[in-house]
């Protein structure tokens, strides 16, 4: 099958010779499939990261909102004793 495609095919013979060689070599294909593997988990640290530092950003933005309303409660209860105190006078 090999050599009645580089028979209809010549330019095929430099490919299928390159691949042979590649297959033949273990050592090679394992340092391939080793770096794709490194590649591959800092890549997902990258994703991790990056998904903890947006849910952070989440987090700090609903901390501010939260301090705005307790401050906002903490004058509204300021302004409730002053109100009792002018009523406990009256």
């Given at each position: 099958?090999?050599?009645?495609?580089?028979?209809?095919?010549?330019?095929?013979?430099?490919?299928?010779?390159?691949?042979y060689?590649?297959?033949?070599?273990?050592?090679?294909?394992?340092?391939?499939?080793?770096?794709?593997?490194?590649?591959?988990?800092?890549?997902?640290?990258?994703?991790?990261?990056?998904?903890?530092?947006?849910?952070?950003?989440?987090?700090?933005?609903?901390?501010?909102?939260?301090?705005?309303?307790?401050?906002?409660?903490?004058?509204?209860?300021?302004?409730?004793?002053?109100?009792?105190?002018?009523?406990?006078?009256?």
């Open positions: 099958m090999i050599e009645l495609l580089i028979r209809q095919y010549p330019h095929f013979r430099e490919l299928y010779h390159d691949v060689k590649l297959c033949g070599n273990m050592e090679d294909i394992m340092g391939y499939f080793s770096e794709a593997l490194r590649e591959m988990d800092r890549n997902t640290v990258q994703y991790m990261i990056e998904e903890q530092q947006a849910q952070i950003e989440e987090q700090k933005g609903q901390i501010e909102e939260q301090q705005e309303q307790l401050k906002e409660k903490d004058s509204q209860i300021e302004e409730l004793k002053r109100e009792l105190a002018a009523m406990k006078k009256t």
